[in-house]
């Protein structure tokens, strides 16, 4: 099956996802026209003797000394002092999903980018090709300098990139791929390194894990109060109305649909700790932020960021800061505290279900064999290293701004490292969720009861089926990742992904 992206749609979570393998961009023409016109522009302002970042100047703080004469020297000028980032490459698809971000901010024709470089951006994207750009270097503040400028030197045949997963030099991968090197001149250079299509797509792709592992915490929760009997009364929909939140009262509605049929028993408390009875105030709140996050994903996947920008109808070619990360950098700091305090939920979630004193009796640590077995313990020790590890982790990048440049950047977003880590903070929630996940599965094995609610009962199935019971011991690090890509699946169909649709159930 051909996966296809248009250039003339709307860019969407789901494209960068698919951008990981191959995929086929459609470029219309009407793209291609906007573009072709843009860059006929660019060509009348330098013939007007217009004075243009990056094609007649230096670059950053050097924007006052004159560029190099020729074009096609000056993109040299442009990427070979970029040339200095360190640390780790990053993961091949975030890399392919920041191109195909780069490739639809320069298809709107306002960045007089040359036609034959979108041309070569589909290509490269329908291969297996991918740049090796570093981690570390970008402040988010001139667009993604240098990961950017690594990437488009290995679009030219320069430094390194990955052929099916193996890295190799940048020539090489070329020849390996059926791909040409890119020539560029001094505009389109820096038209590929001027935005920030790195912070844009890792924050895009650190939303959509965060948003799966918010609904299957959601499910989990559901899951957990039945097999323990709660009284689901903490959902009741007049409660949660009188607290005026919407996210809350969506959360409490998808939750409600989960937990239809299910039975309390009777043996617990009136009121239940707050990892349960405040479980849909506390994801209610993390939806009202992820809703914020969505709104600067989307306009950040519809937006052009480069500078400057020419817009040949107007007769204008306009310098300003679009290549500013702060609304992705203010965006990723909020969904780093939302992964926290997702992860602390689900984190005492587990130590409630592990302990005898607070789950209805059943044996500590779920052990099958207490003492002679050990159950979960070394999964609540992993998860409560791994939550704080995300504690640990998530101080404001968006309030770490440094002066750099010669103070030509005396302000910075840091927006770069905010989504990155933001990016790393999902994985990890992940498998907090899939620790939690299998807790459960154990919890029945080791007598607690069966759900009385269909759709928890159709979660515990699915773990049942694919996760044997921890009896005896054994490693059970592989059981945590398959029971995330169970609940994941999950998801889908047992949680709403539009909230407002159950408002009313």
């Known amino acids: 099956m051909t996966i296809q992206v248009d250039l003339a749609a709307p860019l969407h979570p789901a494209d960068l996802r698919l951008a990981a393998g191959p995929v086929t961009l459609v470029i219309s023409d009407e793209v291609r026209n906007r573009v072709t ?30 560029g190099r004469a020729d074009q096609r020297d000056q993109a040299d000028n442009t990427l070979a002092h970029l040339g200095a980032g ?21 298809a709107r024709g306002a960045s007089g980018v040359s036609p034959h470089v979108i041309d070569a951006l589909a290509a490269m994207l329908g291969t297996t090709f991918t740049p090796a750009m570093p981690r570390l270097g970008s402040v988010g503040a001139s667009g993604d300098l ?45 038209a590929l390194v001027n935005g920030t299509s790195l912070t ?77 009875r405040c479980a849909p105030q506390l994801l209610g709140a993390a939806e009202d932020a992820l809703r914020y996050v969505d709104g600067v994903v989307a306009a950040d996947l519809g937006g052009v960021s480069d500078n400057p920008l020419f817009f040949p109808d107007d007769d204008k070619v306009v310098h300003g800061g679009n290549f500013f990360g702060q609304p992705a950098a203010f965006a990723a700091d909020v969904l780093s505290m939302v992964i926290a305090q997702i992860g602390n939920l689900a984190e005492r979630q587990l130590d409630l279900l592990v302990d005898p004193g607070r789950n209805g009796g059943l044996p500590p640590m779920l052990a099958a064999g207490p003492g002679q077995q050990h159950g979960l313990q070394g999964v609540q020790l992993a998860s409560t290293a791994l939550i704080t590890e995300i504690r640990r982790d998530t101080v404001p990048a968006s309030a770490q701004s440094l002066p750099t440049n010669l103070h030509n950047q005396d302000v910075i977003p840091l927006g770069t490292q905010a989504a990155l880590r933001a990016l790393d903070q999902a994985e990890l929630l992940r498998l907090i969720t899939g620790s939690l996940g299998l807790g459960l599965r154990q919890a029945v094995h080791v007598g607690a009861r069966r759900p009385t609610a269909a759709g928890c009962d159709r979660a515990l199935r699915a773990l049942e089926e694919a996760i044997a019971p921890i009896d005896p011991d054994r490693p059970l690090d592989g059981d945590v990742r398959t029971v995330v890509a169970i609940l994941e699946k999950l998801e889908k169909s047992l949680i709403s992904r539009s909230y407002g649709e159950r408002r009313d159930a």
């Not at 060509?43 to 990056?54: F, T």
């Not at 030219?156 to 090197?181: C, I, N, S």
């Not at 996210?247 to 239940?272: F, H, K």
């Open 200 to 276: 844009t797509a890792a924050l895009t792709l650190a939303l959509d894990r965060v948003r799966a592992a918010h609904r299957v915490v959601q499910m989990l929760t559901c899951l957990l109060a039945d097999l323990l009997g709660s009284d689901p009364q903490f959902l009741d929909p007049a409660l949660l109305a009188a607290y005026g939140h919407s996210g809350a009262i969506d959360v409490g509605a998808a939750m409600r649909a989960t937990c239809a049929g299910l039975r309390p028993s009777g043996s617990r408390p009136l009121q239940e700790p707050y990892s349960i």
């Open 37 to 66: 016109t843009g860059r006929t522009f660019l060509g009348k302002a330098l013939g007007d003797d217009r004075a243009i970042y990056g094609a007649t100047t230096g670059f950053g703080a050097l924007v006052g000394y004159a």
């Open 86 to 106: 360190q640390g780790p490459d990053l993961a091949p698809d975030v890399v392919r999903a920041t191109l195909l971000v780069r490739a639809w901010s320069l």
């Open 146 to 190: 240098i990961p950017l400028g690594a990437a488009a030197q290995a679009l030219r045949g320069r430094g390194h990139a990955y052929v099916d997963g193996v890295r190799m030099p940048a020539g090489d991968a070329l020849t390996k791929a059926g791909l040409e090197p890119l020539p560029l001149d001094g505009r389109d250079a820096l």
